[in-house]
């Protein structure tokens, strides 16, 4: 098996899983109880959570677990909405959000919330102007993503966070994709509040993080024991804690010697040279160093996708949130894409345990898979018959990655 799909999920490292072992069997013991050997398991939660801490350069108390980007992204918006609706029932957020931010403002709305939708460019570039236009008086909350889950599209998260702190609006970023592979310095930002997974670096699922910046208005998510400050009660997960705060560590040790972008490159520049009509969607340079999104014209993406598995690659053509949808991806759509374009793109991305042999294996499956797709095509065959003796290696970009 060749695997392509990090963005869906990535496997979890030898070191992660070695430290996650002991809580399962002789360091099980309910952290929240008072005798010795339960506390000796609660030092070790606010070790991992200081580990977190070091990643985003934030205060440990300032970071709570949950399970995952969903449940963080969902408390966020929610938690705001509640202890700020005082001030007003406005919300910014983009057009290209995940789902977990999406349906969470359309349930708002559905609840007397009012919430603007900034629109996005060619690239995937979130409309700064716009976004700075749509404060206001009553607004009460900024959530822009750090990274597009689908496009790889890195947002100016810097320069939001500024105009969102001199409006006096709380700033919310959904990091999930984000963390761990590239670097996010929380204040630097001027980010309040900041989503994230543990099984998008590494580490395990059902894991995940909410930074709240100190002076944020908290509030629960569901209502229990005191675990959290009592802010995220339920018996904590300790295994997937202790592999997140491992996972985070290691992340912080590996961001900078960039080993996703070189493999993403190799294999990008290989698709551009030698798959004809081969175009990327989203932004050549900020970008996520382990995300391919490509287009293949006259390929349908699904097709495509059936023929990589039989010869054990694994890819997708979008979010795994939303496989098995009829629709086309929202993503793809608001770049500019129409459906059947949308319909012609597949998302590649690789990971640190991705080999070049593996990028040689699959861009040889992709050409014949792409060739095979377009034999069969009849509006294929009509682009032939109109363009003979043109050349057909011109692609959608021509600037190979890395230059």
Known sequence: MIYLDNAATT????????AMMPYFRDLYENPSASYDSAKIVKKTIEQAREQVA?????KPSEVFFTSGGTESDNWAINMIAENYSNKGKHIITTAIEHHAVLHTTKRLEENGFEVTYVGVDEKGMIDIEQLENSIRPDTILVSVMTANNEIGTIQPIKEIGKIARKNKVIFHTDAV?????IPIDVSKMKID???ASGHKIFGPKGIGILYI????????????GGQEKGYRPGTYNVPAIVGMGKASEMAMETIDRNIEKYIRDYFLNRLIDEIPLCYLN???????PNNINVRFEYVDAEALLVLLNRHGICASVGSACTTGQIEPSHVLISIGLNSEQAGESIRLTVSDFTTLNDIDIAVEMLKSSVERLRSASGKYREYIEKNR???MKSSGWNKKAGE
């Open 54 to 58: 070091n990643l985003i350069h934030c």
């Open 177 to 181: 994709q984000a963390y761990g592979h």
């Open 389 to 391: 003796g043109i050349n």
């Open 193 to 195: 509040m900041l989503s």
């Open 282 to 288: 989203g932004d050549d340079k900020e970008r996520l």
């Open 11 to 18: 496997q979890i490292k030898s070191e992660v899983l070695e």
């Open 213 to 224: 910046k100190s002076g944020i208005k908290t509030s629960s998510f569901m209502q229990g």
